[in-house]
T-cell receptor, first 113, second 117 residues
Framework: AQTVTQSQPEMSVQEAETVTLSCTYDTSESNYYLFWYKQPPSRQMILVIRQEAYKQQNATENRFSVNFQKAAKSFSLKISDSQLGDTAMYFCAFYSGTYKYIFGTGTRLKVLA | GAVVSQHPSRVICKSGTSVKIECRSLDFQATTMFWYRQFPKKSLMLMATSNEGSKATYEQGVEKDKFLINHASLTLSTLTVTSAHPEDSSFYIC?????????????FGPGTRLLVL
């Protein structure tokens, strides 16, 4: 069975600094997708970034980028130039073609002014 | 694009009453929608998968007679919590996949906070 692990329950970072959130997963599938979702205090889940496993190139979206290590089954999220609005819960998710996502337990990120 | 709405955003009801929550895909047609439940400071727990025109698929441990799901159109799925009790108080979130876009990506509604007194 697939599992997703986020080992950092809480993290903090100074405004304008860079922070990396870790995510590891376990699967026997060869083709799958990985996601980072952000859940701010409003509790609206927002897609931050997605990665297709067959693509070796790491996905980037403005200040957000991932370090995808397929062999190590690692999918970390790097947030550059952190902003106060980045304060949120961040969930890593895995999808392999079945109908459902597997979510990690989340990392609560606080950006400090 | 890929916007999902939910209504109501919050609802308070008395124990024993039923509550309906609507989930709409605003700019795409969603053949599949999902219903999640989230406890405070916890991850999302999938309750059921809603397929347009057919019966929902419930996850193990979710009472299908208590959480009625209907997906009557390509843009609307509803979750009805029947005979609600205080333990049903929670944050309920729906999501949908856009079959014309990234089919593996789920887009989430803003959630509904249910409080049962």
């Amino acid at each position: 069975a697939q599992t997703v692990t986020q080992s950092q329950p809480e993290m903090s970072v100074q405004e304008a600094e860079t922070v990396t959130l870790s995510c590891t997963y376990d699967t026997s599938e060869s083709n799958y997708y990985l996601f980072w979702y952000k859940q701010p205090p409003s509790r609206q889940m927002i897609l931050v970034i997605r990665q297709e496993a067959y693509k070796q190139q790491n996905a980037t979206e403005n200040r957000f980028s991932v370090n995808f290590q397929k062999a190590a089954k690692s999918f970390s999220l790097k947030i550059s130039d952190s902003q106060l609005g980045d304060t949120a819960m961040y969930f890593c998710a895995f999808y392999s073609g079945t109908y459902k996502y597997i979510f990690g337990t989340g990392t609560r990120l606080k950006v400090l002014a | 694009g890929a916007v999902v709405s939910q209504h109501p955003s919050r609802v308070i009801c008395k124990s024993g009453t039923s509550v309906k929550i609507e989930c709409r895909s605003l700019d795409f047609q969603a053949t599949t929608m999902f219903w999640y439940r989230q406890f405070p400071k916890k991850s999302l727990m999938l309750m059921a998968t809603s397929n347009e025109g057919s019966k929902a698929t419930y996850e193990q441990g979710v009472e299908k007679d208590k959480f009625l799901i209907n997906h009557a159109s390509l843009t609307l799925s509803t979750l009805t919590v029947t005979s609600a009790h205080p333990e049903d108080s929670s944050f309920y979130i729906c999501s949908a996949r856009d079959p014309q876009g990234w089919q593996e990506t789920q887009y989430f509604g803003p959630g509904t906070r249910l409080l049962v007194l």
